[in-house]
């Protein structure tokens, strides 16, 4: 069985550009949550959905991210313009439907480097 | 109240010795208490966890201790080994709680010498 697949699994781009995460959940898991992680922040939660639907944003740092989960097989994180404090690894995870079903499994992250 | 405090950042030990990770918490509504390991290069994956109805769960050579009363639950890594270096987080959550999310650590680097 595959686990929790991102793309691309290392990015460099330049202040200003549009930078776009994807991620593919394990099949039949309903929760997906977007992570970053950064030495100094350690692992912050984003932003999860349930069934494909935005439940909690309160992490997204501010206005230059957006989230989607068009179908239960994907979700993008948008960073629109990024900028170098946004350097971080980003790691997508899901997990099984329940409240008692409460391992998340991760992705093996994006490294995002903005120059 | 959300916050998970950890500590040490990191450790040293030696092939076989114990490594034990702190962790204490402020909000009484947690009751579900993971353990992720991470490897470089990976992402975290479960290793343990524990429901405070037990002040200790053991798995092989891991092993977590909870004290309710203190709000505090702690990894203990006996016979500690080479492989065993990696980034460990602990992290809580209500576990009724919509969409279960996971307060974390701020994580410790374990390197085992052999």
């Known amino acids: 069985d595959a686990g929790v697949i991102q793309s691309p699994r290392h990015e460099v781009t330049e202040m200003g550009q549009e930078v776009t995460l994807r991620c593919k959940p394990i099949?039949?898991?309903?929760?997906l949550f977007w992570y970053r992680q950064t030495m100094m922040r350690g692992l912050e939660l984003l932003i999860y959905?349930?069934?494909?639907?935005?439940?909690?944003d309160s992490g997204m740092p501010e206005d230059r991210f957006s989230a989607k989960m068009p179908n239960a097989s994907f979700s993008t994180l948008k960073i629109q313009p990024s900028e170098p404090r946004d350097s971080a690894v980003y790691f997508c995870?899901?997990?099984?439907?329940?409240?008692?079903?409460?391992?998340?499994?991760f992705g093996p992250g994006t490294r995002l480097t903005v120059l | 109240q959300q916050q998970v405090k950890q500590s040490p950042q990191s450790l040293i030990v030696q092939k076989g010795g114990i490594s034990i990770i702190n962790c204490a918490y402020e909000?009484?509504?947690?009751?579900?208490f993971p353990w992720y390991q991470q490897f470089p290069g990976k992402g975290p994956a479960l290793l343990i966890a524990i429901r405070p109805d037990v002040s200790e769960k053991k798995e092989g050579r891991f092993t977590i201790s909870f004290n309710k009363s203190a709000k505090q639950f702690s990894l203990h890594i006996m016979d500690s080994q080479p492989g065993d270096s990696a980034t460990y987080f602990c992290a809580a959550t209500p576990i009724k709680a919509a969409g279960n999310k996971l307060t974390f650590g701020g994580g410790t680097r374990v390197l085992v010498k052999p």
């Open positions: 909000n009484t509504a947690f009751d579900y």
């Open positions: 959905f349930n069934n494909n639907v935005p439940i909690d």
């Open positions: 099949s039949g898991h309903d929760y």
């Open positions: 995870a899901s997990r099984l439907p329940g409240p008692l079903r409460n391992e998340q499994f």
